[in-house]
C-alpha cells in the first residue's frame, strides 16, 4: 500500500497577496484558479496546494473564526524544502514577506528559515 499527498490547504485573507507569496516569491506554479481558490503547485510535484478564504463555504461564524485564527499567525501552514535555502531565503525576503527566522541550524538537524505569508501564516522553508 502506497499513500501520497495529493493536496493541502492553506488559508489566506487576499487570495491575490498569497498570489505573489507563493507564486512570485516562492516560485511555485499556478495549475488553476477557481471561484473561491487558487491552487499552486511546485513543479515537478504532483501536490496541489490550495489558497483558499476562510469564508468561502462555511458560515460567517465559522469564517471568522478561521480568519481569526490566520491573521493573528496561529496557523503553521506549511514547510517547503529548496535545493538553495541561501537564495530563496533572499528571494522572499525581497518580496517583503516577514521574516520570522534567518537561515540556521536546528537542534534537530534541519538548516532552516522561517516567514509569514501576507495572512499571517508560518512558512517554514528548510534545505533539501
Known sequence: MTVTVSSMFIPVH?????????????????????FRWVTV????????????????????????????????GSLQVAIFNSDDLEATFESVKASGAEVLEEPSSQPWGVRDCAFRDPSGNLVRIAQA
Do not use: C, M, W
Open 14 to 34: 487576499d487570495p491575490e497577496a498569497a498570489l505573489v507569496f507563493y507564486r512570485d516569491a516562492l516560485g511555485l506554479q499556478v495549475r488553476a484558479n477557481g
Open 41 to 72: 503547485d511546485a513543479p515537478g510535484q504532483d501536490v496541489g496546494i490550495v489558497l483558499f478564504q476562510p469564508h468561502g463555504g462555511r458560515s460567517q461564524a465559522e469564517g471568522d473564526a478561521l480568519l481569526a485564527l490566520v491573521t493573528q
